[in-house]
């Protein structure tokens, strides 16, 4: 359930007409509700009040708006992050350092030592070169990094293979069979407090078997490691879970992955961490544009829109489906692609997709576009960088302001050896 309803034929935000915010702020721009992330945070929370011990860790990268951080720190979660710009983002939120989780494959010695610094929670492990460096790292600054081992289960998340991450060929974790002996190495390092396990297969996952079996596999080599004497303490099962793109669609909601998780972490003793994004962000979030003209088309005629892949990529990037409504519907369709104005055929909405009837100057809103969307971003085509709004009931904040071209283009130099 989210709050972007059609009211008197026209979709709002909450209590604010879209129309308002494309007309007030200009296309594109995404729009966030305050009431919708509130709820799918509380419905998450809700969702493992099974279980006895848990930590909630927003996956920053899904949306590292300030304003979103704050919201989500409010409520109580702590931040997964993957890069100091992430992390310095999450303490800038207010979210405190122990509850930040640092993740990724490529952490630099500046960030690990940064991170250290700020004495955030837990690191999770990906490498042995990794766990050795912050080992060393620790030590020289007379401090001990708290540590989880992240473990690459072999398992296929039956996902977009370019969000995949949790099958023996990826790049993340180290592999399941030589987790033990590494996880004994380290509990030995004196820079180091390991303290857990961690694992995440991949994203937008629609079906719970793949993550079962995972954890079921991580349960057994914590019960492993446990009768080797090692300390664990702390389970991170990651995110992933999926949302419905499509007006209707079915999929597992937070309930059922929250019983499977209850189920498989019964007689584990331990505090289970989760790393949600797209779950939260993802349908609490819109990108509005504006149809700049209908051109026509051999199959289909054109409905090129003011929006593009540089601001919302995951169509071009993942073939992701976003549906697609009309601000103010007149209650006709039409069978249309949709593009953008880059000059790559990949810039591409929907092919040949039943949409409401739009013209030149109407005002549209791609759906579930709060995760993995203004995040994505960026400037091809020296087009502008899209602003971010946030609505809480009757009003609205700009809570991203939008990177003119010019600003861009102010930071850039011309060597003196070309004038
Ligand atoms: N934890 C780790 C270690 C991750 O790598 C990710 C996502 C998450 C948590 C959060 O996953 P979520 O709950 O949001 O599925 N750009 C892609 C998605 C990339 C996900 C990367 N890792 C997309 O637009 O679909």
């Given at each position: 359930?989210?709050?972007?309803?059609?009211?008197?034929?026209?979709?709002?935000?909450?209590?604010?007409?879209?129309?308002?915010?494309?007309?007030?702020?200009g296309?594109?721009?995404y729009?966030?509700?305050?009431?919708?992330?509130e709820?799918?945070?509380?419905?998450?929370?809700?969702?493992?009040?099974?279980?006895?011990?848990?930590h909630?860790?927003f996956?920053?990268?899904?949306?590292?708006?300030?304003?979103?951080?704050?919201?989500?720190?409010a409520?109580?979660?702590?931040?997964?992050?993957?890069?100091?710009?992430e992390?310095?983002?999450?303490?800038?939120?207010?979210?405190?350092?122990?509850?930040?989780?640092?993740?990724?494959?490529?952490k630099?010695?500046k960030?690990?030592?940064a991170?250290?610094?700020?004495?955030?929670?837990?690191?999770?492990?990906?490498?042995?070169?990794e766990?050795?460096?912050?080992?060393?790292?620790?030590?020289?600054?007379g401090?001990?990094?708290?540590?989880?081992l992240?473990?690459?289960?072999?398992?296929?998340?039956?996902?977009?293979?370019?969000?995949?991450?949790?099958?023996?060929?990826?790049?993340?974790?180290?592999s399941?069979?030589?987790?033990?002996a590494?996880?004994?190495?380290?509990?030995?390092?004196e820079?180091?407090?390991?303290?857990?396990?961690?694992?995440?297969?991949?994203?937008?996952?629609?079906?719970l078997?793949?993550?079962?079996?995972?954890?079921m596999?991580?349960?057994?080599?914590?019960?492993?490691?446990?009768a080797?004497?090692?300390?664990?303490?702390?389970?991170?099962?990651?995110?992933?879970?999926?949302?419905?793109?499509?007006?209707?669609?079915?999929l597992?909601?937070?309930?059922e992955?929250?019983?499977?998780?209850?189920?498989?972490?019964?007689?584990?003793?331990a505090?289970?961490?989760?790393?949600?994004?797209?779950?939260?962000?993802?349908?609490?979030?819109?990108?509005l544009?504006?149809?700049?003209?209908?051109?026509?088309?051999?199959t289909?005629?054109?409905?090129?829109?003011?929006?593009?892949?540089?601001?919302?990529?995951?169509?071009?990037?993942?073939?992701?489906?976003?549906?697609?409504?009309?601000?103010?519907?007149?209650?006709?369709?039409?069978?249309?692609?949709?593009v953008?104005?880059?000059?790559?055929?990949?810039?591409?909405?929907?092919?040949?997709?039943i949409?409401?009837?739009?013209?030149?100057?109407?005002?549209?809103?791609?759906?579930t576009?709060?995760?993995?969307?203004?995040?994505?971003?960026?400037?091809?085509?020296?087009?502008?960088?899209v602003?971010?709004?946030?609505?809480?009931?009757?009003?609205?904040?700009?809570?991203?302001?939008?990177?003119?071209?010019?600003?861009?283009?102010?930071?850039?130099?011309?060597?003196?050896?070309?004038?």
């Amino acid at each position: 359930m989210d709050h972007f309803q059609l009211r008197n034929g026209e979709l709002y935000a909450e209590d604010v007409p879209l129309a308002r915010i494309a007309q007030e702020v200009g296309t594109p721009v995404y729009v966030y509700s305050r009431a919708t992330l509130e709820r799918h945070a509380r419905v998450f929370r809700e969702a493992l009040a099974q279980l006895p011990s848990i930590h909630l860790a927003f996956a920053v990268k899904s949306n590292p708006n300030l304003a979103v951080l704050r919201l989500l720190g409010a409520q109580g979660y702590g931040a997964d992050v993957v890069s100091e710009g992430e992390m310095r983002r999450a303490l800038a939120a207010g979210i405190p350092a122990q509850d930040i989780v640092f993740s990724g494959v490529g952490k630099t010695g500046k960030e690990l030592a940064a991170a250290l610094e700020a004495g955030i929670g837990q690191f999770n492990l990906e490498s042995e070169a990794e766990g050795r460096e912050l080992s060393q790292i620790a030590l020289s600054m007379g401090t001990r990094a708290v540590c989880a081992l992240r473990v690459n289960p072999n398992v296929d998340a039956k996902t977009h293979a370019k969000i995949s991450t949790g099958k023996a060929e990826n790049k993340f974790g180290v592999s399941y069979d030589r987790a033990a002996a590494i996880y004994a190495e380290f509990s030995g390092l004196e820079g180091l407090n390991m303290r857990g396990l961690a694992v995440h297969i991949g994203s937008q996952i629609t079906d719970l078997e793949p993550s079962r079996l995972a954890f079921m596999k991580m349960g057994e080599l914590m019960r492993d490691l446990r009768a080797q004497g090692f300390t664990v303490t702390h389970m991170d099962l990651g995110g992933g879970l999926g949302v419905p793109y499509k007006a209707g669609e079915q999929l597992p909601g937070p309930d059922e992955y929250g019983a499977m998780v209850s189920a498989v972490t019964a007689d584990w003793d331990a505090t289970i961490m989760f790393e949600p994004g797209r779950v939260i962000t993802g349908n609490s979030g819109v990108l509005l544009t504006q149809v700049i003209r209908v051109k026509e088309g051999v199959t289909a005629p054109f409905v090129v829109v003011d929006a593009a892949m540089n601001d919302l990529v995951r169509p071009a990037m993942y073939e992701a489906w976003h549906d697609f409504v009309a601000l103010k519907p007149s209650g006709e369709t039409m069978t249309a692609n949709i593009v953008g104005p880059i000059c790559e055929t990949g810039d591409t909405f929907a092919m040949g997709r039943i949409i409401d009837k739009v013209e030149a100057g109407d005002f549209g809103a791609f759906r579930t576009a709060g995760a993995y969307g203004a995040t994505m971003a960026n400037t091809y085509n020296s087009r502008a960088l899209v602003p971010e709004v946030m609505v809480d009931g009757e009003k609205y904040a700009v809570v991203a302001e939008r990177i003119e071209p010019e600003a861009i283009l102010a930071a850039e130099r011309v060597p003196d050896w070309l004038t």
